[in-house]
């Protein structure tokens, strides 16, 4: 039934090491996000694909990879953790235009 | 540049009348929404305003004026499951599906 699914919920980690957050959604949605929440609950956008196609890469570290095999699915790779990168990660998807975006459960990543 | 306030921390009493105001400065506009999260979960979606006036829904109601970058949520006959956040977030005219969050206002409701 779940919507949006993100997994893992909790990951804590090593600094520099890599890891990887996964997302999947079965509304047949063709846009989906990764967002990052930081300590003061601030969520900004870090990607966005539509259709498996890249849209939207803001400002980020190259050492955030997302990866998109199909439209069901956005996968963030990150390499070489570093203590700034403990956060909340958020996956969403939309239809894609005005409508709005559906959220997972996020992924609180603790970089130790 | 793009810049998105709202209070930081607002306090009300169950039963009453609430309203979180949002004013933005953004490159360009498409839409405004807005978005609860209780602490440790997703966001969920609330309203969304395109054009200027009141959209109601429920207890719960969001103005629009574009012509002064405002915008607000009135959360009516208040219960102590609306203690959460409320973020609010803007559409870029240019990229439509890009959302531009606010830190969000951290609503406690007291009995």
């Known amino acids: 039934d779940t919507a949006v699914s993100q997994t893992p919920k909790y990951l804590v980690t090593q600094m520099g090491n890599d890891k990887s957050i996964k997302c999947e959604q079965n509304?047949?949605?063709?846009?989906m996000y990764w967002y990052k929440q930081d300590s003061k609950k601030f969520l900004k956008i870090m990607f966005s694909y539509n259709n498996k196609e890249l849209i939207i890469n803001e400002t980020v570290p190259n050492r955030f990879s997302p990866k998109s095999p199909d439209k069901a699915h956005l996968n963030l790779h990150i390499n070489s953790l570093e203590l700034g990168d403990s956060a909340v990660y958020f996956c969403?998807?939309?239809?894609?235009?005005?409508?709005?975006?559906?959220f997972g459960q996020g992924t609180r990543l603790t970089v130790v | 540049g793009q810049n998105i306030d709202q209070p930081t921390e607002m306090t009300a009493t169950e039963g009453a009348i609430v309203q979180i105001n949002c004013t933005y400065q953004t490159s360009g506009f498409n839409g405004l929404f807005w978005y609860q999260q209780h602490a440790g979960e997703a966001p969920t979606f609330l309203s969304y305003n395109v054009l200027d006036g009141l959209e109601e829904k429920g207890r719960f109601s969001s103005f629009l004026s574009r012509s002064k970058g405002y915008s607000y949520l009135l959360l009516k006959e208040l219960q102590m499951k609306d203690s959460a956040s409320y973020l609010c977030?803007?559409?870029?005219?240019?990229?439509?599906?890009?959302?531009?969050f606010g830190t969000g206002t951290r609503l406690q409701v007291f009995p």
């Open positions: 969403a998807s939309s239809l894609g235009g005005p409508s709005e975006a559906f």
């Open positions: 509304l047949g949605h063709d846009t």
């Open positions: 977030a803007v559409r870029e005219k240019y990229n439509t599906d890009k959302l531009i």
